[in-house]
C-alpha cells in the first residue's frame, strides 16, 4: 500500500496524521497525492462550499510592518488610499449586495494593529444593524483584541474571527517584527473563550519552506481551527516582497491537498492570490480545497462572485454555511 492509500485510510478511520508524516506525503505523486484528498473532503465535507467576502473597513497608513503588504506605512507601495472605519451605511450596503449574489459570510477586515475601544463600539453597532436587516454572517478581522472587545463582537452577532498565522512560528520573525506569533495566537484563543469560531491559516510563497506550511497548519489545528484560509502570495511593488516568485499552480494544489490532510473536516479557503493561477482555483478545488474567498481582496483585484458561483456549480458543490 502506498504512503497516501496508508494516510488516507488513517484518516477515513478516524485517526490523524502527525508532522513527519506529512512531510512525507508532501514527497508523493500530486496526482495521487489531491486524488486522495478529494476523498478525504468528500467523506469529511460533503459538497458543501463555503463562500465568503471581506471588504475593506478601514484602509492603509497601518504601524505594523509585514513584509507583503500594500498597506504598510513602512513600504512605498501604489497603494495611496486611506480612511478611517467606514460608517454603518456603507457596511450594511455591502452585507446587502453580497447576500443578494448568494454570498453567505461577510467579512469586515481593518488595517492596522488593533481596532480602538471606541472604533469596536462603533463597529459593533454596525453588526447589528447588518444582522437585523440581513441573514448574511458577520465575521471580523480587527488584529490583537482583547477577550472583552471580542465578547462585545460576538453580543453584537459576529460569529467568526480571522486572524492569519501567516507562516510558521519558525519563519514569522522574518516577515513581521512589530507584532509577535505569540500575540497572534492569543488573539485566537482570546477570540474562542469569547464564544466566537475562528479563520486561520496564512500566505504561499513568503520564502518559507514546507515544513513551515505544515507547521501553521498543525498550529491552527492545534487550536481548534476550522476555516483555514490559502493565500497565494501577490508580490507587491514597493514591498519586501515585490520580487518573490508566485506559486505554481501545482504546487498550489500540493498545498491544498496537504492542508485536507491535516484538518480533514475544515474549510480549506482559497484567498488572496487565485487569481494568478490560469483556472481561477480549479484544480485546487479538486485538491481538497472546499471554500473561497470572492470578490476583490482588500488592494487587489479579485474573482466575481457571478464567476466563482458557476464554478462552485459546475464542479458539482453546493454554497452552503460550514462549521456555524
Known amino acids: ?19 513527519a508524516e506529512a512531510l512525507l506525503l508532501s514527497r508523493e505523486p500530486l496526482e495521487e497525492l489531491t486524488k486522495a484528498a478529494d476523498e478525504i473532503r468528500r467523506k469529511f465535507c460533503g459538497n458543501g462550499f463555503d463562500l465568503c467576502t471581506i471588504v475593506n473597513g478601514k484602509c492603509g497608513r497601518c504601524s505594523e510592518d509585514c513584509k507583503y503588504c500594500a498597506q504598510s506605512a513602512h513600504y512605498h507601495t501604489a497603494c495611496e488610499e486611506s480612511y478611517p472605519l467606514l460608517n454603518t451605511e456603507i457596511l450594511l450596503e455591502g452585507a446587502k449586495r453580497n447576500e443578494a449574489q448568494g454570498v453567505l459570510r461577510y467579512s469586515i477586515v481593518t488595517s492596522g494593529r488593533a481596532l480602538s475601544d471606541r472604533e469596536v463600539d462603533q463597529v459593533c453597532e454596525s453588526i447589528r444593524v447588518i444582522r437585523r436587516e440581513t441573514s448574511i454572517q458577520v465575521c471580523v478581522s480587527f488584529g490583537l483584541l482583547k477577550e472583552a472587545q471580542f465578547q462585545k463582537i460576538r453580543e453584537a452577532g459576529a460569529s467568526r474571527v480571522h486572524c492569519n498565522l501567516e507562516s510558521s512560528a519558525r519563519y514569522f520573525k522574518k516577515i513581521c517584527t512589530t507584532h ?21 491559516g496564512g500566505i504561499l510563497g513568503l520564502g518559507e519552506t514546507m515544513e513551515d506550511r505544515i507547521d501553521m497548519v498543525l498550529t491552527a489545528r492545534s487550536l481548534g481551527v476550522k ?3 490559502m493565500n497565494l502570495l501577490n508580490p ?3 514591498t519586501p516582497c ?20 491535516l484538518i480533514p473536516d475544515a474549510s480549506i479557503r482559497l484567498a488572496g492570490g487565485r487569481g494568478q493561477v490560469g483556472d481561477k482555483g480549479e484544480a485546487c478545488f479538486r485538491s481538497g480545497a472546499n471554500a473561497a474567498i470572492s470578490g476583490d481582496m482588500l488592494t487587489t483585484a479579485g474573482i466575481t462572485v457571478e464567476t466563482d458561483r458557476k464554478l462552485i456549480k459546475d464542479l458539482g458543490f453546493e454554497v452552503r454555511l460550514y462549521h456555524g
Do not use: W
Not at 1 to 14: A, N, Q, Y
Not at 190 to 198: C, D, M, P, T, V
Not at 242 to 260: G, V
Open 180 to 200: 509577535t506569533y505569540e500575540e497572534k495566537i492569543e488573539t485566537l484563543k482570546a477570540a474562542r473563550r469569547a464564544g466566537l469560531s475562528i479563520c486561520s
Open 236 to 238: 507587491i511593488p514597493g
Open 242 to 261: 515585490e520580487h518573490h516568485t508566485p506559486l505554481s499552480n501545482e504546487e498550489a494544489c500540493r498545498c491544498a491537498a496537504l492542508f485536507r490532510f
Open 227 to 229: 476555516s483555514v484560509p
Open 1 to 19: 500500500m502506498s504512503m497516501v492509500k496508508e494516510l488516507k485510510k488513517k484518516l477515513l478511520d478516524g485517526g490523524q496524521i502527525d508532522k
